[in-house]
């Protein structure tokens, strides 16, 4: 399996700013995405993180609400941008590991906005 | 878009009880996976199952997709606190785990 770390775990934010979250995997994967979770729900995918471009969003996220950077094949990042109380949730990363069609999942950022 | 139902959605039973889980929808997917996550982690991959009627047993977890490949189950024998948890199907329709739709989740409390 593929290991995957995210940072911060946790933040508690104060409306209108922004929080970037990380994401490292510890060995080459080909795609990587960024999902959002409300406690003890489903998982919503945000959008798919491509190395060296934009990233593809699904609807109802934006790049200016999300902008994704994934600069090589084993880190990326996730901006919450201009956050309201709304945005409060588990940010989730995973990743596919080259050559087994599995996603490995991070253990989540669990964002709090006041 | 694809969805993909979940029930129940909780569920608490006493140690040493037997549950079901079901995942539905209305359209077909390639593989189905079951996840299972615990408070403060990520999901954790549990199972893939792939061709349509196949059944896996994971120890006291069996899994089968039914044979449209539109649905799923998950059999719990003589649960465990151990299994406490949220449990997840999650469709791929891509064919490479890559476009994964996941369900509405079942929240599983087993009381000792």
């Known amino acids: 399996s593929a290991v995957i770390s995210q940072k911060p775990s946790r933040d508690i934010c104060q409306r209108g700013t922004s929080l970037t979250i990380q994401c490292q995997v510890d060995?080459?994967?080909?795609?990587m995405f960024w999902y959002r979770q409300q406690p003890g729900q489903s998982l919503t995918l945000i959008a798919t993180a491509n190395q060296g471009s934009e990233a593809t969003y699904e609807s109802g996220f934006v790049i200016d609400k999300f902008p994704i950077s994934r600069p090589n094949l084993t880190f990326s990042t996730l901006t919450v941008s201009n956050m309201s109380p709304e945005d409060s949730s588990i940010y989730l990363c995973s990743a596919d590991r080259r050559g087994t069609d599995t996603q490995y999942f991070g253990p989540g950022t669990r964002l709090t906005v006041l | 878009t694809q969805l993909l139902e979940q029930s129940p959605q909780f569920l608490s039973i006493q140690e040493g009880e037997n549950l079901t889980v079901y995942c539905n929808s209305s359209?077909?997917?390639?593989?189905l996976q079951w996840y299972r996550q615990e408070p403060g982690e990520g999901p954790v991959l549990l199972v893939t199952v792939v061709t349509g009627g196949e059944v896996k047993k994971l120890k006291r977890l069996t899994f089968q997709f039914g044979d449209a490949r539109k649905d799923s189950s998950l059999h719990i024998t003589a649960a465990q606190p151990g299994d406490t948890g949220l449990y997840l199907c999650a469709g791929d329709s891509s064919g490479s785990a890559r476009q994964l739709t996941f369900g509405s989740g079942t929240q599983l409390t087993v009381l000792p």
């Open positions: 060995s080459q994967v080909t795609m």
């Open positions: 359209s077909v997917f390639s593989s």
